[in-house]
Nanobody, 124 residues
């Protein structure tokens, strides 16, 4: 059974940090691009960051560049999102996802499997 389990969200003050983790099982994780999306209340889901299978191609949304870092540990079937200097506008449900595309994509339709989401709330 394919599973993606995301965790690490929570309540943090503006300027603080959180690290999200997403553990995959039930498929060959190494063969998939990984991504983090987020959806804020009343807004569409957006790609935050995505990374290729070999970690050599990485995308960041302009709004998080310099503050967020995506990484993956293929030995642990895990993708991480380190979030620093958090802002209230980063408040959203964060989802991890995986795709068989060779190049990281920002289109949610390109992602075959999704985690359940973890809520990040940043207070001002």
């Amino acid at each position: 059974e394919v599973q993606l389990q995301a965790f690490g969200g929570g309540l943090v003050q503006a300027g603080g940090s959180l690290r999200l983790s997403c553990v995959a099982s039930g498929f060959t994780f190494d063969n998939y691009c990984v991504a983090w999306f987020r959806q804020a209340p009343g807004k569409e889901r957006e790609a935050v960051s995505c990374m290729s299978t070999k970690s050599d191609k990485i995308y960041y949304a302009d709004s998080v560049k310099g503050r967020f870092t995506i990484s993956r540990d293929n030995a642990k079937n895990t993708v991480y999102l380190q979030m620093n200097s958090l802002k209230p506008e980063d408040t959203a449900v964060y989802y991890c996802a995986v795709s068989r595309h060779m190049v990281p994509s920002t289109r949610s339709d390109d992602y075959a499997y999704w985690g359940q989401g973890t809520l990040v709330t940043v207070s001002s």
